[in-house]
């Protein structure tokens, strides 16, 4: 079974950076994608950013150039990395992996934007 450990979480001011870390307990060459999920209290989960097998990634509208996601081959990690972070940016973030008809998901991570 696929495991994923999300880290990195924690508070940090309005404007602030973050940088989360997904470590897959395989390969992160092995997916298809990987994909950061944020969920909000009180609202629907949203996709926040993806990176593809063959390096391509797409943004939330939300978060496009504030929000970097990055791939490390040599310590098989995914970031993201958040910059000008804002308080409706607080939620529980989590990565997922998909592998052909499987997504996997890490436990999530806690993000608290606020002075």
């Known amino acids: 079974q696929v495991q994923l450990v999300e880290s990195g979480g924690g508070l940090v001011p309005p404007g602030g950076s973050l940088r989360l870390s997904c470590l897959p307990s395989?390969?992160?060459?092995?997916?298809?994608?990987i994909s950061w999920y944020r969920r909000a209290p009180g609202k629907e989960r949203e996709l926040v950013a993806t990176?593809?097998?063959?390096?391509?990634?797409k943004y939330a509208e939300s978060v496009k150039g504030r929000f970097t996601i990055i791939r490390d081959r040599a310590k098989n990690t995914i970031y993201l990395q958040m910059d000008s972070l804002k308080p409706e940016d607080t939620a529980v973030y989590s990565c997922?992996?998909?592998?052909?008809?499987?997504?996997?998901w890490g436990q999530g991570t806690q993000v608290t934007v606020s002075l």
């Open positions: 997922a992996a998909a592998a052909g008809q499987d997504t996997y």
């Open positions: 990176i593809f097998r063959y390096g391509s990634s």
């Open positions: 395989t390969s992160i060459f092995g997916f298809n994608d």
